[in-house]
Nanobody
Framework: QVQLAESGGGLVQAGGSLRLSCVAS????????MGWFRQAPGTEREFVAR????????SYANSLKGRFTISRDNAKNTVYLQMNSLKPEDTAVYYC???????????????WGQGTQVTVSS
């Protein structure tokens, strides 16, 4: 059974930082690209960041470059999202996802976690 379990969300003041984690089980983690997406109420799920199988290639939404960093530890079956200088507009549910291909859209991702809430207060 494939499971992606996010953690690390919470309430933080603007300017603060959070580190999200996503632990994968039931799949061959090191053979899959991983991505982070987010969804605010009333909006579509949007791309945040993605990382290749080895971690050697990363990509970010243009608006998030320089503030967010995606990384992975294949020995721990875990992908991370370090979020710095958080803004109220970063408030959303954050999801990790796994894909057999590197992608920035949602459709190639086969497996999704349940999400973790991030709330940034002003």
């Amino acid at each position: 059974q494939v499971q992606l379990a996010e953690s690390g969300g919470g309430l933080v003041q603007a300017g603060g930082s959070l580190r999200l984690s996503c632990v994968a089980s039931g799949l061959s983690f090191s053979t899959l690209a991983m991505g982070w997406f987010r969804q605010a109420p009333g909006t579509e799920r949007e791309f945040v960041a993605r990382i290749s199988r080895s971690g050697g290639s990363t990509s970010y939404a243009n608006s998030l470059k320089g503030r967010f960093t995606i990384s992975r530890d294949n020995a721990k079956n875990t992908v991370y999202l370090q979020m710095n200088s958080l803004k109220p507009e970063d408030t959303a549910v954050y999801y990790c996802a796994a894909s057999s291909m590197i992608a920035t859209s949602t459709s190639p991702y086969d497996h999704w976690g349940q999400g973790t809430q991030v709330t940034v207060s002003s």
